[in-house]
């Protein structure tokens, strides 16, 4: 479970022999779906919602008294003030009812008629290399999400949707802009969708070796089928309650709707392994009113208090838009973290919040890239810490109003903090009492076998100098991650894995030159955690680098080994012998532990072909 | 530079060609005259003497191209890379020193561009970009033969070692 084996780099010409084959057509028998299918016949009404809302506000503006009448008598409305010539009188009046209802009956027409073609054009499907949308009857749009791409699969559902029973599926790749929105889908076929595309990409994983991956290969697509037969066959998954329990099948069509709509959408494995980490209302509320954006509410206002008695009521007028944007991100916290509930499916990480709109998140294991801790000043006696991660799809999306943007635990006890990093970066692996106290000790403690800052470290670091600390964790087994402890009165605690690191980097700016200081830095893809450590002594640093990048190279070759990515001419039973010599001349291999290091006496892992 | 030992020994590095700091130079020179003109023009127009400010930053203007010239060719030299087994190592900077090393799987595109002032000295520079936007490498004032092959070893040696991203 090293992570996974996709070339998901973009704007990378493929290996002979290797990698993805072109998008050639699918013919019919390859493809999963193996039609092209349509979404929900309800979909353009709810695409098309607020134009059917403004339409119905003209109305019933129109209508206003019509409607009144019908249930208060005439003389209460002559007293409410004297009855405006409308528009239905004067319709009456000049016998132009006809006309109007047959121009009303073709506007129908017309709209039903564009919305019955938009959703005949609209179409999905999952083959086995991508899920594919397309939409569009003038202007068509193809759109495609190959399988070792895909980021993440989200359920989403506005309020409106959530009454009629839709869900929207968004299929999030790596880059910009890659996204696959099927909007919208019936519930419980939505959450089948996703259990399909989310097989689709673990067995891609699973095949890894490039040979098998081609489509062409019948094996794999045994194995493919099978799987999502199986899928088919476990049939609608049922709706979950909050504590993961599934509901039985509903006797009623309505019942079933109401907890459709209530679904929250767990895995029900997860409840019953107790994998589960959910965010209480209670401790949401304290974490927003602790928190540090509202310590800078707080501070504003008094802020402006104390300026208005100078500068008079003109000091409130200049706050109240920064006031408007603060309130709104609080309110926005508290409709994102509500009902917060993490838990471990089969096929990845799946994380679900929201008040008024939901948002199911399914985050395949091995795509996290870099996953951090942070505690404000405010939770620090109660002892919370909040989560987020980088991964490669998300810094595209991270406008969407119902995205968790980043967040994987918005405010949790250390415990759940330990089981979310887990569940994160070491699916399933053995050693966790191992782990969850090292976990443990950078988060609270006092940081063992951190590398610390170098003297005069005050000078750049301030009064975050104590808590800093570097340390690559585990640097020769297969998990090797590297760990950044900081802050001061928001500490934090950094952990990339170093499959994830795209390149290193020792940088000397001119006040760290004159402290004969160092920063080390490890660069992931775009995302909200940073992996920089200031301040460090310059022999330290030096020495850190090397054993960053021996590891770097190191953990990514296994990877590139174990599935095939070398493009060897030679039958992938080779690959171990061909890529030996590398092995065997590799520059710098970060035997000897540092002070960057912890001796490594950990269970033995499953070691790379090579290395075996 | 004193410390080159570190990482590899200091022979190892390649080092980009010398002529690159006429480049740096040739646009030192061009902002002095125009920082020249331009001062030129204010005594000219001005009619009785200028201020004593502009003085003031005209001779700042000049030290800092002055010290910016005599620091060029040093910086040019403190510019290196290093084609190691796995990884691509990268140097730059005096004041603000960076070592970069890039696994060579990560490399997602290699660029070759030439302006028109690289390419009246036949030099050229080489881009790399990986999926972070953090990593920067740019390796300015390779000789164009030598960086079109570099690109293409790089190019090479990216498709036999790729990986996930």
Not at chain 1, 128 to 134: D, F, H, T, Y
Not at chain 1, 324 to 342: M, P
Request: charged share 20%; aromatic share 6%; with cysteine.
């Amino acid at each position: 479970m090293s992570g996974e084996s996709e070339d998901l780099a973009a704007g990378r010409p493929p290996a002979p022999g290797s990698g993805q084959p072109e998008p050639a057509p699918v013919s019919e028998s390859e493809s999963l779906e193996l039609e092209w299918r349509r979404l929900h016949p309800l979909s353009p009404l709810l695409r098309g919602g607020l134009f059917l809302i403004v339409i119905a506000g003209i109305v019933i503006a129109n209508l206003r008294d019509r409607i009144l009448e019908l249930f208060v008598s005439r003389e209460v409305l002559d007293v409410m003030g004297p009855n405006e010539s409308d528009l239905i009188d004067f319709i009456v009046e000049q016998s132009l009812l006809v006309w109007v209802l047959l121009a009303l009956l073709v506007t129908i027409l017309l709209i039903v008629g564009f919305s019955w073609l938009s959703w005949r054009f609209s179409t999905f499907r999952i083959t086995r290399e991508a899920v594919e949308s397309r939409r569009g009857v003038l202007f068509r749009q193809h759109r495609r999400a190959p399988l070792e791409r895909i980021q993440s699969v989200n359920l989403q559902r506005s309020l409106l949707a959530r009454v009629l029973g839709l869900t929207q599926v968004d299929v999030q790749t790596a880059g910009q802009g890659g996204k696959v929105d099927l909007q919208y889908l019936g519930h419980r076929d939505a959450k089948q969708v996703r259990e399909q595309i989310l097989l689709a990409v673990g067995a891609t994983r699973a095949a890894g070796d490039a040979a098998t991956r081609q489509s062409s290969s019948p094996a794999n697509g045994d194995v493919l089928l099978e799987r999502t037969e199986r899928a088919h066959g476990a049939g609608v998954v049922p709706a979950v309650d909050f504590s993961g329990h599934a509901y039985g099948e509903m006797p009623g069509a309505m019942d079933a709707r109401l907890r459709d709509a209530v679904d929250f959408d767990i895995d029900p494995s997860a409840g019953e392994s107790g994998s589960l980490i959910k965010v209480p209302v209670t401790r949401l509320i304290a974490s927003i009113l602790l928190g540090s954006e509202m310590l800078t509410v707080v501070l504003i206002g008094i802020a402006v208090m104390v300026s208005s008695i100078w500068f008079g009521p003109v000091a409130l007028a200049t706050a109240l838009p920064l006031a408007i944007v603060l309130v709104s991100i609080l309110i926005s916290q508290f409709n994102k973290g509500f009902n917060f509930v993490l838990s471990r499916a089969s096929d990845g990480v799946r994380v679900g919040a929201g008040l008024t709109a939901t948002t199911t998140e399914t985050i395949p294991f091995g795509r996290v890239h870099a996953v951090e801790a942070i505690q404000p000043i405010g939770w620090r006696p109660l002892g919370w810490w909040k989560v987020r991660i980088t991964t490669a799809g998300h810094s595209a999306a991270q406008a969407g109003q119902n995205k968790l943007q980043n967040t994987v635990l918005p405010v949790g006890e250390l415990d759940d903090v330990l089981k979310v990093c887990e569940v994160l970066l070491h699916d399933g692996e053995d050693g966790f009492e191992d782990r969850r106290s090292a976990m443990q000790d950078a988060l609270t403690g006092e940081g063992r076998g951190f590398l610390k800052a170098g003297p005069g470290a005050g000078w750049v670091l301030w009064f975050g100098r104590g808590r800093a600390g570097i340390r690559v964790d585990d640097v020769a087994g297969k998990q090797a991650s590297l760990r950044i402890r900081r802050g001061w009165l928001t500490r934090s605690l950094s952990v990339m894995p170093m499959l994830r690191a795209q390149s290193v980097q020792l940088s000397r700016p001119l006040m760290h030159r004159m402290l004969g200081l160092a920063t080390l830095q490890a660069h992931t893809v775009l995302g909200p955690v940073r992996m920089q450590m200031r301040g460090v002594a310059l022999e330290d640093a030096r020495h850190a680098f090397d054993v960053l990048a021996a590891t770097v190279v190191r953990v990514q070759r296994n990877e590139a080994v174990q599935y095939g990515h070398r493009a060897e001419p030679a039958s992938h039973g080779h690959h171990a012998a061909s890529s030996a010599p590398i092995a065997a001349e590799a520059p710098i291999r970060p035997e000897s532990p540092s002070a960057a290091e912890v001796p490594a006496a950990r269970t033995p892992r499953e070691v790379g072909p090579e290395e075996a | 530079m004193t410390e080159t030992e570190w990482p590899t020994p200091a022979e190892t590095w390649q080092r980009v060609s010398p002529r690159y700091a006429w480049a740096d130079l040739v646009i030192n020179l061009l902002v002095t005259l125009i920082a020249g003109g331009v001062y030129g023009a204010i005594v000219v127009l001005a009619n009785e003497q200028p201020p004593i400010f502009v003085h003031l930053i005209v001779a700042a203007v000049v030290l800092f191209l002055l010290v910016n010239a005599v620091f060029a060719f040093r910086r040019v030299r403190a510019l290196g890379y290093v084609l190691r087994e796995d990884d691509l190592l990268f140097r730059k900077g005096i004041m603000f020193e960076r070592v970069i090393a890039v696994p060579y799987g990560r490399l997602q595109l290699v660029d070759v561009t030439r302006g028109p002032l690289l390419r009246a000295l036949g030099l050229a520079t080489l881009k790399f970009v990986t999926a972070s936007a953090a990593t920067g490498v740019n390796l300015p004032g390779l000789p164009a033969a030598e960086a079109e092959a570099l690109r293409d070893r790089l190019v090479e040696l990216a498709e036999t070692r790729r990986s996930g991203l």
